[in-house]
């Protein structure tokens, strides 16, 4: 299963979602992350929780939305919003019918004080997509009819967190 992950500036939680689903899936499904309005740079504190944990970033980056819509794009199976303006947004038609869900958690990238205080918010958005990853995964969703796992997926986007 191929799943991108959306958010408007593609440095933070789309970027950490990124991540997870292909560390955690090992290789049942593949992720990938875009945004609307690329920042053009993954967030500092996004680069230090990956540091922390040891996951080299190389092959990160910030990009268009409109980089998974060509001819040459993988197929996306999902595409899974994480803010609020993602998913009130227009998206780009996507090749084939990919199920839509969406996962909204507060911003990190919009903690404030000092580096302790915006690298907590980073590693509460880690535990709560984690924890969102892991019912996916949990899911035969390679089986599952897609009625059903459309309403997983959105009871999945109403678990702790939630914005």
């Known amino acids: 299963m191929n799943i991108l992950v959306l958010c408007t500036g593609n440095s ?5 979602g990124e991540v997870i689903l292909n560390q955690l899936g090992e ?13 053009g740079a993954v967030h500092p504190g996004a ?6 944990r040891g ?14 819509t060509g001819a040459e794009a993988p197929t996306i199976d999902l595409v899974i919003t994480v803010c609020g303006n993602a998913a009130g947004e227009a998206c780009p038609m ?3 019918t990919p199920l839509r869900a ?4 507060p911003d ?6 000092d580096e302790a205080a915006v690298d907590a918010a980073f590693a509460r958005t880690w535990d709560w997509l984690v924890m969102r990853v892991e019912a996916l995964l949990a899911l035969p969703f390679a089986t599952m009819e897609r009625d059903a796992l459309q309403a997983r997926l959105a009871q999945i986007g109403q678990m702790e967190g939630a914005a």
Do not use: E
Not at 27 to 39: C, D, E, L, N
Not at 102 to 105: K, R, T, V
Not at 108 to 113: N, Q
């Open 47 to 52: 680069l230090r929780l990956l540091a922390a």
């Open 94 to 96: 996507f090749p084939g």
């Open 55 to 68: 996951i080299d970033p190389a092959g990160l980056h910030s990009k268009s939305w409109n980089s998974f």
């Open 12 to 16: 933070a939680r789309s970027i950490l």
């Open 108 to 113: 990190p990238a919009a903690a404030t004080g």
């Open 27 to 39: 290789g049942r499904v593949t992720a990938f992350s875009a945004g609307s309005q690329p920042k």
């Open 102 to 105: 969406h996962w909204g958690l």
